[in-house]
């Protein structure tokens, strides 16, 4: 069975560009999370989806979106970026059932704003 | 989501048990507790989760009170590839609880 793949895996970007990555989940999995992790903050919620419905949300600002697709594969964009953004963009996915194995975790996105 | 509490940093032999504490004092009934780890610049891996009885997978035990305010995580034999950050979570089953909530782990070194 497929992992939860992530693209890109590194990304460079200009302060004030816009970034979206990518996450595709595990085959028959609707519901995909993404993180924020930072050394200074460590790993921080930033919001699930689950059949293309955003279902909960962290406390992040505006400019972090995201989206999930008819197939489960989801995007998150983040514009305007700021220095503080650079990050490893974590996402999972699970099938969301009470009592289930819980979350599988892509390897993630690398994110440098310069 | 209950708080968690865990130790920032352990170390183990290699080839021995390893025992990460986890404490939970203000878990409610509906509460799983989960254990995650994280080899560095990866993503979490999932290794065990449980409710109230103790649970055992291929990776590790997972041990949580009578009382369930705290648990351990038993990893038996210990291996250098077992070096990586350990996050306990509690986690409930709807709304907001969903999200897993990361604290600061324990850092996890297996010396040779």
């Known amino acids: 069975k497929a992992g939860v793949t992530q693209t890109p895996r590194y990304l460079i970007k200009t302060r004030g560009q816009q970034v979206t990555l990518s996450c595709s989940p595990i085959?028959?999995?609707?519901?995909v999370s993404w993180y924020q992790q930072t050394p200074g903050q460590g790993l921080q919620f930033l919001f699930e989806?689950?059949?293309?419905?955003?279902?909960n949300k962290g406390n992040f600002p505006g400019r972090f979106s995201g989206r999930q697709f008819s197939n489960s594969r989801s995007e998150m964009n983040v514009s305007t970026l700021e220095l503080g953004d650079s990050a490893l963009y974590l996402c999972?996915?699970?099938?969301?059932?009470?009592?289930?194995?819980?979350?599988?975790f892509g390897s993630g996105t690398r994110l440098t704003v310069v | 989501d209950a708080k968690t509490t865990q130790p920032p940093s352990m170390d183990c032999a290699e080839g021995r048990a390893a025992n990460l504490p986890c404490n939970h004092s203000?878990?409610?009934?509906?509460?799983?507790v989960y254990w995650y780890r994280q080899i560095h610049s990866q993503g979490p891996q999932y290794i065990i989760h449980?409710?109230?009885n103790n649970e055992t997978n291929e990776m590790a035990s997972l041990i949580i009170t009578e009382d369930r305010k705290s648990s351990t995580l038993i990893l038996p034999h210990a291996t250098l590839r077992d070096t990586a950050v350990y996050y306990c979570?509690?986690?409930?089953?709807?709304?907001?609880?969903?999200?897993?909530?990361f604290g600061s782990g324990t850092q996890l070194t297996v010396l040779p």
């Open positions: 999972a996915s699970s099938d969301s059932r009470q009592g289930s194995y819980g979350y599988t």
């Open positions: 085959s028959g999995h609707r519901s």
């Open positions: 989806y689950f059949s293309e419905t955003q279902r």
């Open positions: 203000t878990i409610s009934g509906n509460e799983y």
């Open positions: 449980g409710l109230k």
């Open positions: 979570i509690v986690r409930g089953y709807s709304g907001s609880a969903r999200q897993l909530t």
